[in-house]
């Protein structure tokens, strides 16, 4: 069974706009996306809704000319 969004958890707090699938509100400019490539997950949090819908375009575009390389291995390097 799919999960749905609660009625409060609709709406963008900061701007009262519907929030675009994937892009979830952690708390006060922490707006979570999610994106499914290849079987693994991948989620980023943003300062608002607009930036992470943004990066699911930007993401979703890659993957389809598979241009989309893995680089969650590389977040915790300090050079």
């Given at each position: 069974?799919?999960?749905?969004k609660s009625a409060e958890n609709v709406n963008d707090p900061a701007t009262g706009r519907p929030r675009p699938d994937g892009v979830?509100?952690?708390g006060p400019k922490q707006y979570?996306?999610?994106k499914l490539v290849n079987g693994q997950r991948i989620v980023r949090t943003f300062d608002t809704a607009r930036f992470a819908r943004a990066w699911l375009e930007e993401t979703s575009?890659?993957?389809r000319e598979g241009r989309n390389i893995d680089v969650r291995a590389l977040d915790g390097v300090v050079l």
């Open positions: 069974m799919a999960r749905t979830s509100c952690r979570r996306a999610r575009v890659k993957v």
